[in-house]
């Protein structure tokens, strides 16, 4: 066995240094690649695949579904068949919902037991909405959470919180911002952002402010 492990990140670390559960992960990999289960080949390859699924697939389909209404209507009727369409690989995800936000209905998501989350479509979730405080709050306290966020939302508007699973995934569809009538599909892209569509904050405003 070697000495030193190259890390996903291609950063070399001596053995010594892993947390128990690293040091595990490793030996399970050199034996499966040993005995022939798997290859290195492979291994690059889905790490490449996973770092390739990013917010920036979210962002296409939210982009396209606010210019293209026949779009909108199929993705909110069948997301999986949506992103097929726009070449984005949805296959992993048991059920995929897309929330509507609307004036007066805010959807945000959460995954109280852990970390579930629609990784082909926004790629790793951040640190906070796998945080115990996240999970928790979000669901005690969602208003308080967007307030930290950036978004305050007046008391008639209504919250509602979605929990994730194993079995079913949610993107938060967010509202059109104002006055980005006549931004072109790829502007309105960047106004996307990874946290609007778990839904704590809306998208930027197409004018900053
Ligand atoms: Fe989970």
């Not at 070399?12 to 050199?30: D, G, M």
């Not at 579904?65 to 026949?70: E, G, I, V």
């Not at 199929?74 to 997301?79: C, E, N």
């Not at 978004?151 to 569809?173: K, M």
Request: aromatic fraction near 6%.
């Amino acid at each position: 066995m070697a000495d030193t492990v190259t890390d996903d990140h291609g950063h070399e670390h001596p053995k010594h240094e892993l947390s128990h559960y690293a040091k595990r992960i490793y030996a399970i990999r050199e034996l499966l690649v040993e005995k022939g289960v798997i290859t290195e080949k492979d291994i690059q390859c889905q790490i490449e695949y996973q770092e390739a699924r990013t917010p920036a697939n979210g962002a296409k389909l939210v982009a396209r579904a606010w210019t293209d209404p026949a779009f909108k209507a199929r993705f909110i009727a069948d997301p999986k068949a949506a992103c097929a369409e726009m070449g984005i690989d949805a296959t992993a995800i048991n059920e995929f919902v897309v929330l509507e936000n609307s004036e007066k209905v805010r959807h945000m998501v959460v995954c109280t037991l852990c970390s579930c989350y629609p990784r082909p479509i926004l790629g790793r979730p951040p640190d906070w909405y796998k945080s115990f405080n996240y999970r928790q709050r979000s669901v005690a306290d969602p208003r308080g959470v967007m307030r930290e966020f950036g978004l305050e939302l007046p008391d008639d508007i209504e919250v509602r919180v979605h929990d994730s699973t194993a079995d079913i995934r949610y993107i938060v569809l967010p509202l059109r911002p104002a006055g980005s009538e006549n931004l072109s599909a790829a502007d309105l892209e960047k106004l996307v952002t990874r946290d609007s569509m778990i839904g704590v904050m809306d998208a930027l405003p197409a004018i900053p402010e």
